[in-house]
């Protein structure tokens, strides 16, 4: 199989990938329950639900889970899933450059034993007299 094939095959499988989460966030998070989840469930319970404080991050366009500025609950929902997606994608490929990168960077520097990664004498070949 090419080399060519394979880099084929894996960016298919990222497109495909980013396609799948993509129809996930905004198709599916607006059917999320908007029951309390298990934490705010058992501040409630315990009766300190009213203690609680907002978040630092709560000013943010996307806080909620929901857009501001978009009035369709379901709409806001799901643009903010797609847009959670698209940060973690775009974060993750970022890393992902950084890391093949610095990989490149290091396998192309000289190795101690010479340029082929092995002793100018191989252990296999017969000394000579």
């Not at 199989?1 to 396609?19: E, I, K, N, T």
């Not at 993750?92 to 100018?120: D, E, H, K, N, W």
């Amino acid at each position: 199989m090419s080399s060519r094939r394979v880099r084929l095959g894996f960016g298919a499988f990222v497109v495909v990938g980013l396609a799948v989460a993509l129809a996930l966030a905004f198709f599916v998070s607006p059917q999320a329950s908007s029951d309390p989840d298990g934490l705010k469930k058992v501040a409630i319970d315990q009766g300190f639900a009213e203690t609680e404080t907002d978040h630092a991050l709560d000013d943010t366009p996307t806080a909620g889970y929901e857009v501001r500025g978009v009035d369709d609950g379901r709409l806001s929902t799901g643009l903010a899933g797609v847009i959670g997606v698209a940060i973690t994608f775009a974060v993750a490929g970022g890393l992902l450059l950084v890391v093949q990168r610095r990989r490149a960077a290091g396998s192309s520097r000289p190795s101690p034993s010479g340029p082929s990664g092995l002793s100018s004498r191989s252990p296999a070949s017969p000394a000579s007299p």
